[in-house]
């Protein structure tokens, strides 16, 4: 083989070995830049409706249709009570405090009816529910709410001794004499439920002017109790009350009054000096 032959061949074998290092090289640089730049094709992620608070909420609250909304989350992040539409949880009551965005979910919510059990959902460990009797004006007249802040006042009687004073016959001490009270037994009582009578109409009476026989007229209410959560001494003090034949009223204060008023019992005495009765002809 010619000197100029072997130059020709070890020149093309050059040349392929360097095409081959090229090409070795474009190779090693796309996997590298493949291992670090992120995935461009994700898989379809499989999604469920759930309800969200739209705002913070506190135990007890009602939930009202502007609260809540309905948004779609992956599915394995979804609780299996998570509520998945707005009529399972407009008109329930919270059992814990939400958060704006937190999932409704079925055992945080309690319903406000008479026949529901799950009541206690609003007390702390240091309250009691007390049923009290709607037997006053204002319940008569349905004034009263849930939610509202009431005071309860009360009318009673109780025996109470004549301090310095005794008999003009024998000098000893007087009998203790019954003596009339007005008292605010409670203040700032938040009304927690109230059971209701429901008074059914007969579907058999005449309609009315302007109704129709088709008409069906709408069911009155009554309320017959409120379920008031007291700490155990206050619910003490008003059962006793209650036993002993107090006559009580409920009065509404504005929804924003937190005031304890410093009001001093009514008795006789009290109302003949306030009204200048004793210097009468």
Known sequence: MSNKTKAV????????LVAIGVFAS???TQR???DRSP???KEDTVKTT???VTRDLFLGDLIAGTDVKLVDVPVEIAP???IATLEEAVGKIIKTDLVQGEMVLSHNLADPTNNNKDLSFILSEDHVLMAFPGDDLMSRESMVQRGDIVDIFATFKEKVKTVGETTATTGEPKEPEMRTFTVDTLQKVSVT???LEVIEQEKNAAPLQGETAQTAPKPE???KAYLLALNPQDALILKHLKDTGAIFDIVLRAPTSIAQYDLTPVTEEYIIEYYGLEILP
Not at 9 to 16: N, Q
């Open 39 to 41: 995935a461009t094709v």
């Open 32 to 34: 590298f830049q493949a």
């Open 50 to 52: 759930v309800v969200v």
């Open 221 to 223: 209410t009554r309320i």
């Open 80 to 82: 299996r009570d998570a």
């Open 9 to 16: 061949f070890i020149i093309i074998v050059g040349l392929i």
């Open 193 to 195: 439920a109230m059971v």
């Open 26 to 28: 474009i190779l090693l």
